[in-house]
T-cell receptor, first 110, second 116 residues
Framework: DAKTTQPTSMDCAEGRAANLPCNHS???????VYWYRQIHSQGPQYIIH???NNETNEMASLIITEDRKSSTLILPHATLRDTAVYYC???????????FGQGTELSVKP | GAVVSQHPSWVICKSGTSVKIECRSL??????MFWYRQFPKQSLMLMAT?????????EQGVEKDKFLINHASLTLSTLTVTSAHPEDSSFYIC????????????FGPGTRLLVL
């Protein structure tokens, strides 16, 4: 599975959009981009995933560049409860394993 | 979203004893489940992949005789930490892949193990 690179930490003001970048320059054509987050002492929570088109759900939007080498997770109106470690993972859609990197620690501040 | 439960949520045991952790998919069938371990301030580390009705596949460096995995039904996988030692103290998290939607994988809340 392709490796991903994320910033170690980011801050965001409450109510503003949080934009979390992820680089995955070695992604293969059949690999999806997944985003999970982990709030302290809990199991990871699925956020969103995509292959090449931008995706949006009730939690977030996922923007994937045309060359698929990077993506951005957007939390449109961050709240204090969005403070967590966010993991960007690439894997084959069916059958692949989710291998976690170090993620981005997002701190949403009042 | 889909729900995955774990039991117990936390356990304290004496060194040398065995501990069993259950992972259940509550509203979907999971042919494949995964077990992860997470030490403080570290990321999740995949330990093994559990397939219903067959032997688990362990990641490199994980002792299969120490971490016994059983996946006897489409909604239940168990991890038994045998002869636990203090260094096995960790946060154990299971994950289940929805058989009907192979690209989707959900995580349990985790089990915190403390070995004294």
């Amino acid at each position: 599975d392709a490796k991903t690179t994320q910033p170690t930490s980011m801050d965001c003001a409450e109510g503003r959009a949080a934009n979390l970048p992820c680089n995955h320059s070695t992604i293969s054509g059949n690999e999806y981009v997944y985003w999970y987050r982990q709030i302290h002492s809990q199991g990871p929570q699925y956020i969103i995933h995509g292959l090449k088109n931008n995706e949006t759900n009730e939690m977030a939007s996922l923007i994937i560049t045309e060359d698929r080498k990077s993506s951005t997770l957007i939390l449109p109106h961050a709240t204090l409860r969005d403070t967590a470690v966010y993991y960007c993972i690439v894997r084959v859609g069916q059958g692949g394993k989710l291998i976690f990197g170090q993620g981005t620690e997002l701190s949403v501040k009042p | 979203g889909a729900v995955v439960s774990q039991h117990p949520s936390w356990v304290i045991c004496k060194s040398g004893t065995s501990v069993k952790i259950e992972c259940r998919s509550l509203d979907f069938q999971a042919t494949t489940m995964f077990w992860y371990r997470q030490f403080p301030k570290q990321s999740l580390m995949l330990m093994a992949t559990s397939n219903e009705g067959s032997k688990a596949t362990y990641e490199q460096g994980v002792e299969k005789d120490k971490f016994l995995i059983n996946h006897a039904s489409l909604t239940l996988s168990t991890l038994t930490v045998t002869s636990a030692h203090p260094e096995d103290s960790s946060f154990y998290i299971c994950s289940a892949r929805d058989t009907g939607r192979q690209e989707t994988q959900y995580f349990g809340p985790g089990t915190r193990l403390l070995v004294l």
